[in-house]
């Protein structure tokens, strides 16, 4: 990664107004590792504006976690962004241009791309491409290039980047958590980033109409086979004041049962269709059964959409993972 | 504690056979630093045993987090280990004498106790005591100690330490986390301890009836001034296979509602009692009203028992809860 460092540095000694992007519907490491390199370039006299298209969500916003968070424009090619004109675009946690949404377009192409991202489906497609499917979270990386580039942290940056870390890896539970991360770790909360709030705020905390759902989607609980499920319809969350069923804690959560290799969350949409949610336990993979229903995703960690009543989806999931887990466990066996 | 480190050593020096014991309903860091102490001590040729009344709960019972596990002994007094007689007595993870249980007796009056731990209520019972309150667990002292004293870190060592010091930090969520914690855990890491299977196995495993009264009990949760509560009655427990409730995960997730200062858990146990388990979110305490209610703890989890029918208890708890969290409301604000 030295020679891309390089021209990292290269492109930022030429330019003038430096706008970073990250991903719709952004999560802690997107927010994180944008707002943290702005703190950085910021401290050293750039000028940057973060822009993403959605905002920053909601349990996100606090100052203990995200300094600088209402500093996150929506709308960077708008007039009273746009007139200043951008000569550098930095994409954070971005494996490809379009999950840029509307804040990237056509008055951006002149402008040289930088692709800071930590996915292993990164397409590089930067002029520059700080990528690396190793790292934790793409707020580490940030970090890397800011120390091999011998830049002070600030402690603001440093708040930033470890909400990304900590968010990424569910405070180190999941994902690539090395030795060497744990240093990363230990210096930015010597920079003066605390640990505790980003757990409490950004992990732990959520509405009490979400904490209904996940009793009554739990209420309702199944076994079969090693694969733990529940179904959500439309009804069931009405009775949760129509709280969106949005929060991957529940699927984590119920692939923690010893009985179960797999969990499995279905949830009937208003407009008909069906999410489903799977994760796998170590040594078993729902990216194959997500792949052939149309959907995509990490080995442990997959869904799809299905244009399917609730009960048919349900059947026809189902009946793809047992056959699948059913091979799984014939090749651990074999 | 430098002192103590010195009077530590010389006793280990002079020492032929000795008993390690942690206290009674052992947890991770219980079984980690005495299991961690015990693979630093055998590698430098000490004859030890370790001990625990309660033996090692279910969930722990792996090598992959506590390798060992099956070497710790639940009668150390028997013929069969006592014959070879104990010189040296170490308690971890005990703040006094009566926590270790039937394990430490007038048969080992004879020999000197050594007190490692790091509770604030600690009564310093020991000849030696290596106790520090902002430790974040007893597994990180005694890195410590080996640390002072240049002991070298074997990988089973350091796997015992490691799960010690994330089962009682939540992973790095919660407790006494300073930066030089997670230079010791980067440490242990290096040293051949894994990080990921603690979580998977200590955190985040639960039975599927364990997750069925999760189910029940979200399902019948209340919100009343910023108090989130709910109740188990026995029938409840009954429905999902007679489980116990002794699951603190359960009210760690409920503080975390949003709308909530406090959670409250009330168990009916078989013998008619009702246990009242209550967590407070940050700049909140629920210590006065377990103490009040006959209780203990710490400002953030206490709890106690109360001899009422459910109902009663329910309200009386509540009462009690709503009239303290006034007073504390009206101290901010003051």
């Given at each position: 990664m030295k020679a891309e460092i390089a021209a990292f540095h290269a492109l930022l000694a030429a330019s003038r107004r430096i706008?970073?992007?990250s991903h719709v519907s952004p999560d802690g490491d997107a927010i994180g590792s944008q707002l943290g390199l702005r703190w950085l370039l910021q401290a050293m006299g750039h000028d940057v504006v973060a822009a993403n298209q959605d905002g920053v969500p909601q349990l996100l916003r606090s100052d203990q976690i995200l300094p600088g968070w209402q500093q996150v424009v929506q709308a960077p090619l708008s007039a009273k962004h746009a007139a200043g004109g951008y000569d550098l675009v930095i994409a954070l946690d971005c494996s490809d241009l379009p999950r840029l949404g509307k804040v990237y377009g056509p008055?951006?192409?002149?402008?040289?791309?930088?692709?800071?991202?930590?996915?292993?489906?990164?397409?590089?497609?930067g002029a520059v491409n700080l990528v690396d499917p190793a790292a934790s979270s793409t707020a580490e990386i940030v970090w890397r290039v800011a120390d091999a580039l011998g830049w002070p942290i600030n402690p603001q940056a440093a708040q930033c980047l470890l909400t990304g870390i900590v968010t990424d890896t569910r405070s180190f539970?999941?994902?690539?958590?090395?030795?060497?991360?744990?240093?990363?770790?230990?210096?930015?909360?010597?920079?003066?980033?605390?640990?505790?709030?980003?757990?409490?705020?950004?992990l732990e905390r959520r509405n009490v109409d979400t904490i209904c759902l996940?009793?009554?989607?739990?209420?309702?609980?199944?076994?079969?086979?090693?694969?733990?499920?529940?179904?959500?319809?439309?009804?069931?969350?009405?009775?949760?004041?129509?709280?969106?069923?949005?929060d991957s804690g529940l699927a984590n959560f119920m692939v923690g049962a010893e009985e179960a290799d797999?969990?499995?969350?279905?949830?009937?949409r208003e407009d008909g269709q069906v999410d489903v949610g799977m994760r796998a336990a170590p040594g078993f993979d729902v990216a194959q059964v997500a792949l052939a229903l149309g959907g995509g995703g990490h080995p442990r960690a997959a869904g799809c959409s299905l244009t399917l009543p609730l009960e048919q989806a349900t059947a026809q999931v189902l009946d793809a993972l047992k056959h699948s887990l059913a091979q799984q466990r014939g090749a651990l066996a074999g």
């Open positions: 706008l970073l992007l008055a951006l192409a002149h402008a040289p791309l930088v692709n800071i991202d930590h996915h292993i489906t990164n397409l590089h497609f539970r999941v994902g690539h958590v090395t030795p060497a991360l744990l240093g990363v770790a230990q210096q930015l909360m010597e920079a003066g980033a605390a640990l505790a709030p980003i757990s409490e705020l950004a996940w009793g009554q989607a739990l209420a309702a609980l199944r076994l079969e086979e090693r694969i733990i499920w529940t179904a959500i319809p439309q009804a069931m969350r009405r009775g949760c004041n129509g709280v969106e069923q949005s797999v969990a499995l969350i279905l949830t009937e």
